[in-house]
């Protein structure tokens, strides 16, 4: 683990800073993805910093609300999160997520003024912050809230997508099932501090992005897609195959690395080859940052 100051460290890991590349590769594949289904240009290099910046910030607020809300429950359930070990105080993270959702809202004003349409990236923008609290408000209340944490994924890719035009219909597509994938992936989620598992279908959950083979034109697509495969079934048969054996969090930890493999598969799709190899690589470095930082 990278020695880092425990101040930082706590923030880090309330932020769940291992999973933020995936937010960016997200951002990438769904911009890429659009731009050349509808032939429209990448946006310029300000408005890309912001578009990155914007998801950024909404993805740390989100994960320090989940912290915020749930302190009560952590506090019954002993789970050593850093409000319940006292590293951070439940004030300190509400005033953090004031400024970061502050800081957001101006970003996305001002990016709103570099787009030639910027009625759509406002619009989605609207709908992610409003997910973003629907979840963490009702998740410990409705099992089947979990449909609402795939629609903040799915709404990244709608916000990133908007920043040129209205979403084409591939691209609905792909944003209905990377949220499919993370539903599925959040239902286990649920019992991670039980290491239980109360069901196998939300492994069927996970399987959804086979369905873009429909639109499989390269070797490229057929590559990722084996290694995506191959990296979900290895995790499966070491963490939830044997129950004397089972690591569910660790699970959930290779669930989401394998995110970006998810944009590489959208992005052989938009014939983005390098586009793709570079969500492969940072598909390799997250088991890494996710020993520097625990990814839930």
Request: net charge positive; proline share 5%.
């Amino acid at each position: 683990m990278i020695n880092a100051h425990p101040k930082l460290q706590t923030w880090m890991t309330l932020g769940r800073i291992s999973n933020l590349p995936t937010v960016w590769t997200n951002t990438f594949a769904a911009l890429l993805l659009t731009s050349s289904t509808t032939a429209l240009p990448i946006p310029s290099s300000a408005a890309l910093i912001l578009l990155l910046t914007l998801v950024s910030l909404l993805y740390l607020a989100g994960m320090l609300l989940n912290d915020f809300i749930d302190s009560d429950w952590d506090q019954q359930h002993q789970n050593p999160r850093p409000i319940i070990l006292g590293l951070v105080s439940r004030r300190q993270v509400g005033l953090a997520i004031g400024i970061l959702l502050s800081l957001a809202l101006a970003v996305l004003l001002y990016l709103s003024q570099l787009l030639d349409q910027p009625q759509w990236v406002l619009s989605f923008s609207l709908v992610l912050i409003g997910l973003i609290f629907a979840y963490n408000l009702g998740h410990k209340k409705y099992t089947h809230s979990v449909w609402l944490m795939g629609g903040c994924r799915s709404a990244v890719y709608l916000t990133a997508a908007s920043s040129l035009a209205a979403p084409p219909e591939l691209l609905w597509l792909c944003a209905v099932l990377l949220g499919t994938y993370i539903s599925g992936l959040t239902y286990l989620a649920r019992q991670e501090h039980r290491n239980q598992i109360l069901s196998y279908a939300p492994m069927l959950l996970m399987l959804s992005p086979i369905l873009l083979i429909i639109y499989a034109d390269s070797i490229w697509f057929w590559l990722v897609l084996s290694l995506w495969l191959g990296w979900l079934g290895w995790n499966y048969w070491h963490y939830l195959a044997c129950s004397t054996t089972r690591q569910v969090r660790t699970f959930i930890g290779a669930g989401l690395a394998a995110l970006p493999l998810f944009d590489a598969l959208v992005l052989t799709l938009a014939h983005q080859p390098l586009g793709s190899l570079l969500c492969v690589l940072v598909f390799y470095s997250l088991p890494y940052l996710q020993r520097w930082v625990k990814p839930t």
